[in-house]
């Protein structure tokens, strides 16, 4: 079953499996990462995960946990594949490196961090993602996702007769609507939409008085407004926060109390 919430590891460098194992033992269920040196550190991400069973804290079966395949342009010299390599066999490399970061022998989540060119779903991604499809079939994946996408990238996608993704995960600006356009097509083809940057991309929203009064009503933090909105609208958010008691704050939004109203409200704010 997929989290409520996901906890992202990327840029936390050698805190990684420490901060890991924090946010499982606070409540996270759901881990986000991606085998892209550059940002996340995979490996680490596994120690924490082997400190927290080694606990009992959690087993392998009650964690969600979600990796990427990352096209050499978005890597640095520390690459988990072949660069010389047919971009189908990169990927099998990719996701048999996941596997041993992480420890596991299967990745709940297999997300293409993203497409080749911004302009739309080219036949580089198509191979990348039919590779994708031949791990979940052979059991080492079980969800497609795609992440960094338009409306344009999906609606090729869907033209071109592939199956569609499970997720799609996407930075979220409020001022376009918190990606409305492509939160209704996920809608429509029931993809789960998971947002990140909620809190990064949008301190206009941190600060707005709507907000602010929404918090101070229900005794929450701004930031509890926003992934309550989050959730209100069907998103699975991302935190990526390196503080214990925005862990817990994170984990309690739920609990804020937000009508119909004020969600729409928030929902239009841009
Ligand atoms: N697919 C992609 O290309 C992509 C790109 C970027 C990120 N991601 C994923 O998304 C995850 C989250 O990244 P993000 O861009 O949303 O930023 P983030 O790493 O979650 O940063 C959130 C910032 O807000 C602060 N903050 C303040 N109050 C907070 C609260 N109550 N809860 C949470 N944060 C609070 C945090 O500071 P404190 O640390 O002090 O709390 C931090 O500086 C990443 O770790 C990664 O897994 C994916």
């Given at each position: 079953m997929t989290p409520d919430f996901l906890y992202g590891t990327a840029w936390k460098e050698n805190r990684t499996a420490a901060l890991t194992e924090l946010a499982i033992r606070t409540g996270?269920?759901?881990?986000?990462?991606?085998?892209?040196?550059?940002?996340?550190?995979?490996?680490g991400v596994g120690e924490g995960l082997k400190a927290a069973y080694r606990a009992g804290v959690v087993s392998r079966e009650e964690l969600f946990l979600q990796t990427k395949f990352t096209y050499q342009a978005g890597q640095d010299h520390r690459l988990p594949y072949d660069p010389e390599?047919?971009?189908?066999?990169?990927?099998?490399?990719?996701?048999?490196?996941?596997?041993?970061?992480?420890?596991?022998?299967?990745?709940?989540?297999?997300?293409?961090?993203?497409?080749?060119?911004?302009?739309?779903?080219?036949?580089?991604?198509?191979?990348?993602?039919?590779?994708?499809?031949?791990?979940?079939?052979?059991?080492?994946?079980?969800?497609?996702?795609?992440?960094?996408?338009?409306?344009?990238?999906?609606?090729?996608?869907?033209?071109?007769?592939?199956?569609?993704?499970?997720?799609?995960?996407?930075?979220?600006?409020?001022?376009?609507?918190?990606?409305?356009?492509?939160?209704?097509?996920?809608?429509?083809?029931?993809?789960r939409y998971q947002g990140f940057s909620l809190l990064t991309a949008n301190p206009e929203v941190l600060h707005h008085p709507l907000v602010a009064d929404i918090a101070a009503r229900s005794h929450a933090t701004p930031a509890q407004v926003v992934f309550r909105f989050a959730l209100a609208v069907r998103m699975l958010p991302l935190t990526g926060t390196t503080d214990a008691e925005h862990m817990r704050q994170d984990l309690v939004s739920p609990a804020v109390t937000l009508s119909s109203d004020e969600a729409r409200a928030i929902e239009s704010l841009a």
């Open positions: 996270f269920r759901g881990i986000d990462t991606a085998n892209q040196r550059r940002h996340y550190v995979e490996a390599a047919a971009l189908s066999a990169q990927v099998a490399q990719s996701v048999k490196s996941s596997l041993e970061h992480l420890g596991t022998d299967y990745i709940d989540s297999y997300v293409l961090h993203g497409p080749a060119s911004g302009r739309g779903w080219t036949d580089y991604d198509a191979e990348v993602w039919a590779a994708m499809a031949r791990e979940r079939d052979a059991g080492r994946v079980r969800l497609l996702g795609v992440s960094n996408v338009s409306l344009r990238h999906l609606e090729d996608l869907a033209t071109s007769g592939a199956e569609m993704p499970a997720f799609v995960q996407n930075r979220c600006f409020a001022r376009t609507g918190w990606d409305h356009s492509v939160r209704a097509f996920c809608a429509r083809q029931q993809i």
